[in-house]
């Protein structure tokens, strides 16, 4: 049997059509990729706009914006709904630095596929110096440094 594969793509979207033992492969491919094109797109589903927020605990600010670390994509129809799943802590502790992978972001549609980008600080908090810290929120704070440093474990830097 005869094996076609073939690529077409049209600005960012590329779709790959293979058939096997097709007697008309040639214009089966063509109308297979025009309807492709026609039916499917690529839709920024997260950009780098900062949409969410973590209360920051002993900070000059009450929250700190969390921004996707770049914009991610999901191939769907045009009208297929798409939902978002923020992974955030409930609040932070000052100081906060600017960058740092702050938690997840999983954009999923209809069909289960789906794109995970981390979410980064985008701006930073720093240290009130007003603010006297108690033993217990001094704890807190080692704790909350000490899961930064092992989530890059979990969530790495790329």
């Known amino acids: 049997g005869r094996t076609l594969v073939s690529c077409a793509q049209r600005g960012t979207t590329q779709f790959v059509c293979v058939t ?5 492969d040639w214009n089966d ?15 920024c589903v ?3 706009t900062p949409v969410y927020a973590v209360p920051v605990l002993s900070a000059t600010v009450e929250l700190c914006a969390a921004a996707p670390e770049r ?9 297929d709904p798409v939902s978002l799943k923020a992974e955030l802590p409930r609040f932070t502790f000052a100081p906060v630095e600017q960058g740092v992978q702050a938690g997840i972001l999983t954009a999923t549609g ?6 995970t980008v981390p979410l980064r600080y985008a701006e930073p908090a720093a240290l009130d110096p007003d603010v006297k810290i108690t033993p217990l929120a001094r704890l807190g704070r080692l704790w909350t440094h000490a899961c ?11």
């Open 20 to 24: 096997l033992s097709d007697p008309d």
């Open 29 to 43: 491919h063509t109308h297979l990729l025009d309807w492709a094109f026609e039916n499917y797109e690529y839709r």
């Open 46 to 48: 997260a950009g780098d």
């Open 71 to 79: 914009p991610a994509y999901l191939l769907v129809h045009p009208d």
């Open 110 to 115: 209809p069909d289960g596929q789906s794109v």
């Open 148 to 158: 930064r440093y092992f989530s890059s474990y979990y969530y790495p830097v790329s």
